[in-house]
């Protein structure tokens, strides 16, 4: 596939994978990116997963046309986009590695070989010509590795990103739901932590002139970049993407599920219409994370379990507050047969997350649903829907 005239990409689709990161669930596989950009010094951006070594470097092979290339950028040094140098160093002797000094040291411990006498340390505002054209690095610490560097061509205005602007999903087949709802789990999973840091590289490339974007996961963006710069906006500032509230619960012997079930109906019945229902025990954590973040409202709904809180939702909140969950409008609705506690438990567990404005209508269940627990989800749906 031509990027342009000179930017060829010679990526490949792994549908091997079910466990991205051994944690995240690919059902439609993932795409690792490496592009060629040929000139008078033909440099070639990152590698791939190691299994597919042999079919990349057959793809940049035919990209070079029988031209042996000058550079290998390394901008992230993720076995999925490292783990293919040792192969290209060995095919392309005279070939050169450009990358950061940290991403050096990590070279060495990943692949016992740094490289001293084959290598180009660059560091932020650094530039490289290639001929027709010229590559100017900035440095991305902590997006989401503290060694990443982005590149951007300046002749033909594309933004290389790094691991940014990437998503779930092999390049071969059709998301149906588009670009947005796996890019959204793939940042909140991977990147969410590091909003501040996201911030800081978004600020740099406000200055530049981008045409395409060319992430090391997913499809080229060369269309409405906006769009997708807006979005990476409100994901990495912790904003509000959608209006609606999300009712994430867990239920042992399905009373706790009940209610969530009757807080969504009241909700609806009171104009709100957009209503999530996520069950932790059998919904993808990872989405049940996508949504927390998504939308501007959140009620956990959970059981007191062990004098504490049921371990799905305790896990679900360990995640939130890992990622720096923030500015939301959070209801509770707790459950237990003879001292229910764990809506306390639950915002000493999210005391650290900053800017959430907490119900003052709250729903406390013993056992089953009565009369006044129904009158307070009632009241709880009403307040959530003004």
Same mark, same amino acid.
């Given at each position: 596939m031509f990027i342009s005239n000179d930017i060829i990409y010679a990526g490949v689709n792994d549908h091997k994978v079910d466990l991205f990161e051994g944690q995240f669930s690919v059902p439609l596989g993932m795409a690792y990116n490496s592009y060629v950009i040929t000139d008078e010094k033909p440099a070639v951006m990152d590698t791939v997963e190691k299994d597919f070594a042999q079919e990349w470097l057959d793809s940049v092979e035919k990209a070079l046309k029988g031209v042996s290339p000058a550079y290998l950028i390394i901008q992230h040094m993720e076995p999925d986009h490292s783990s293919s140098i040792t192969a290209f160093m060995e095919k392309y002797p005279d070939a050169v590695i450009v990358s950061s000094a940290a991403a050096f040291k990590m070279m060495a411990n990943f692949y016992k070989n *740094? /490289?001293?006498?084959?290598?180009?340390?660059?560091?932020? &505002? &650094?530039? =490289?010509?290639?001929?027709? %054209? #010229?590559?100017?690095?900035?440095?991305?610490? $902590?997006? %989401?590795?503290?060694?990443?560097? $982005? +590149?951007?061509e300046e002749t033909e205005k594309v933004l290389f990103s790094a691991d940014a602007f990437g998503k779930f999903g092999a390049n071969d087949?059709?998301?149906?739901? &588009?670009?947005?709802?796996? !890019?959204?789990? /793939?940042?909140?999973?991977?990147?969410?932590?590091? &909003?501040?840091?996201?911030? !800081?590289?978004? @600020? #740099?490339a406000a200055l530049l002139d981008i045409n395409t974007i060319c992430s090391l996961h997913g499809p080229v963006l060369n269309e409405n970049l906006g769009y997708y710069l807006n979005l990476y906006d409100i994901w990495s500032n912790y904003g509000v993407e959608s209006e609606g509230v999300v009712i994430s619960y867990t239920s042992i012997y399905g009373n706790t599920e009940k209610a969530a079930k009757l807080l969504k109906e009241k909700l609806i019945g009171y104009g709100v219409t957009k209503v999530v229902l996520n069950d932790l025990a059998r919904e993808d954590i990872y989405e049940c994370v996508e949504d927390a973040f998504r939308y501007g409202k959140q009620v956990f709904a959970t059981t007191t379990y062990n004098g504490g809180v049921f371990p799905k939702m305790k896990e679900f909140i360990d995640h939130l507050t890992e990622r720096n969950y923030q @500015?939301? +409008?959070?209801?509770?609705?707790?459950?237990?047969?003879?001292?229910?506690?764990?809506?306390?438990?639950? #915002?000493?567990?999210? +005391? !650290?997350? #900053?800017?959430?404005?907490?119900?003052?209508? +709250?729903?406390?269940?013993?056992?089953?649903?009565? *009369?006044?627990?129904?009158?307070?989800?009632? !009241? =709880?749906?009403?307040?959530?829907? @003004?």
């Open positions: *740094d /490289y001293p006498e084959r290598r180009i340390i660059i560091a932020d &505002g &650094g530039s =490289l010509s290639l001929g027709r %054209h #010229k590559l100017n690095f900035i440095s991305a610490p $902590m997006v %989401h590795w503290p060694e990443v560097i $982005m +590149t951007y087949v059709n998301d149906p739901e &588009g670009w947005a709802c796996e !890019a959204r789990r /793939y940042y909140f999973g991977i990147v969410g932590k590091f &909003g501040v840091q996201v911030q !800081a590289v978004l @600020k #740099k @500015k939301r +409008t959070v209801g509770f609705i707790e459950n237990g047969s003879w001292a229910p506690v764990a809506t306390n438990c639950m #915002k000493n567990m999210l +005391t !650290a997350c #900053k800017d959430l404005s907490y119900a003052e209508n +709250t729903v406390k269940i013993f056992s089953a649903l009565s *009369d006044e627990s129904a009158s307070q989800i009632d !009241a =709880l749906a009403k307040e959530l829907a @003004k």
